[in-house]
């Protein structure tokens, strides 16, 4: 997420522009990530090489248009006027699902901004409960998934009980931690 300010130690564009030069095309970014820093300090390479990235960002709001508010400022510290994929970030256990797909929710928003061609993909992320996710994958219709799948005993609902839905559904999956 390149989420740290530019320093005599720490240069991110540099970083980001090696990552290219490598082969490295998946960007994935928030604006939750030290606020905003992570996006800022993309957009001065995207600026330059927006065709060479897969770029996916994040919305933390639930609601139509702060959804649509955060998009936007997130499209201006990136440089851009798309993203690849936008993400619903952090579902937690105590989710509204329910509210999602309300005319002034956060999936109605993504739906208009996918038919705008702002993205192409919508998706959704979280770590905390792999309940809550597959309750929402298999609710409405997702392109990716990111969430945690490694072996340890506490990520096992997630390998377990999330991951074949997300398979079955021929989501992208997206692994983390």
């Known amino acids: 997420g390149m989420q740290l300010p530019p320093s005599a130690d720490h240069d991110p564009v540099?970083?980001?522009?090696?990552?290219l030069d490598l082969g490295i095309t998946y960007f994935d970014t928030a604006p939750a990530y030290n606020n905003g820093q992570s996006e800022t300090n993309y957009?001065?390479?995207?600026?330059?090489?927006?065709?060479?990235?897969?770029?996916?960002?994040?919305?933390g709001d639930r609601t139509h248009d702060g959804t649509l508010r955060s998009i936007e400022a997130s499209l201006k510290r990136l440089r851009t006027?798309?993203?690849?994929?936008?993400q619903i970030h952090g579902i937690s256990q105590?989710?509204?699902?329910d509210a999602w797909e309300k005319p002034a929710g956060v999936l109605t928003a993504?739906?208009?901004?996918?038919?705008?061609?702002?993205?192409?993909?919508?998706?959704?992320?979280?770590?905390?409960?792999?309940?809550?996710?597959?309750?929402?994958?298999?609710?409405?219709e997702f392109d990716t998934i990111l969430t945690t799948?490694?072996?340890?005993?506490?990520?096992?609902?997630f390998r377990e009980d999330m991951l074949p839905v997300a398979n079955r559904t021929q989501?992208?999956?997206?692994a983390m931690k």
Do not use: C, W, Y
């Open 94 to 97: 105590t989710e509204d699902l």
């Open 110 to 140: 993504l739906r208009k901004l996918r038919e705008q061609k702002v993205t192409r993909f919508i998706g959704l992320t979280g770590h905390d409960s792999a309940a809550r996710l597959r309750e929402a994958i298999e609710r409405f």
């Open 43 to 59: 957009g001065q390479v995207l600026a330059r090489r927006r065709k060479e990235v897969f770029l996916a960002t994040k919305t």
């Open 171 to 174: 989501m992208g999956v997206i």
């Open 81 to 86: 006027d798309r993203v690849d994929l936008i």
């Open 14 to 19: 540099a970083l980001a522009e090696s990552a």
């Open 149 to 157: 799948l490694n072996p340890v005993s506490r990520r096992q609902s």
